[in-house]
């Protein structure tokens, strides 16, 4: 269930959703995960991703600093290097061959230079589940047509509210030029556990 009806004894006072509480709640995790982002970010783990724009010396992969992105932040920081796109006729045999090749758990299905849709290592969960036929199941079957894009200077906050009114878990983050990558909510669950 995603809606509660909520009471005073038989009187209907309204409704609240799953978005209201997890919105509710962001400002209670942020406090909460602050400790312990400090012991399991460390500094060292987010000298690696300097590469995505964190600052640094981006050639010698080390920052200058450690930097802790904050929900303000916006999600260029976290946008991964490009999309990984696979062909909407690709079996789910060859999605979850290159999901593993490529140590992803999501792909952009394209034809041509247009997006289509998304396909994630759960759709192939999912398909194993229901008994389908990985080698005659394809992409564009089984992959989610509806993609959720955001400009790059998107804050942190502002690109977790898309994913939850949208009831996605990956956004396609675009510039002028067009797309440029994805963010996922496990990247942007850093900023609101750091």
Not at 135 to 149: I, Y
Request: charged share 25%.
């Amino acid at each position: 269930m995603r809606r509660l009806a909520v009471v005073d004894f038989d009187d209907f006072v309204g409704m609240i959703t799953v978005d209201d509480i997890l919105v509710g709640l962001a400002a209670d995790l942020f406090d909460l995960a602050r400790p312990v982002a400090a012991e399991v970010f460390m500094p060292a783990d987010w000298a690696g991703r300097s590469r995505r724009g964190l600052g640094g010396d981006a050639a010698a992969g080390v920052a200058d600093e450690a930097t802790h992105p904050e929900p303000s932040d916006s999600v260029r920081l976290f946008v991964s290097d490009g999309l990984i796109c696979i062909e909407p006729d690709a079996t789910l045999h060859q999605v979850a061959e290159r999901l593993a090749a490529e140590g992803v758990g999501t792909l952009v299905v394209t034809e041509g230079e247009r997006i289509v849709g998304i396909v994630s290592e759960r759709d192939v969960a999912r398909a194993v589940a229901s008994g389908r036929d990985l080698n005659l199941t394809t992409a564009a079957e089984l992959g989610t047509r509806g993609v959720v894009k955001c400009p790059a200077d998107t804050t942190v906050q502002a690109a977790a509210h898309l994913m939850m009114g949208f009831y996605v878990r990956h956004l396609v983050v675009e510039d002028r030029t067009g797309p440029i990558g994805m963010v996922s909510a496990r990247d942007l669950l850093g900023a609101y556990a750091s």
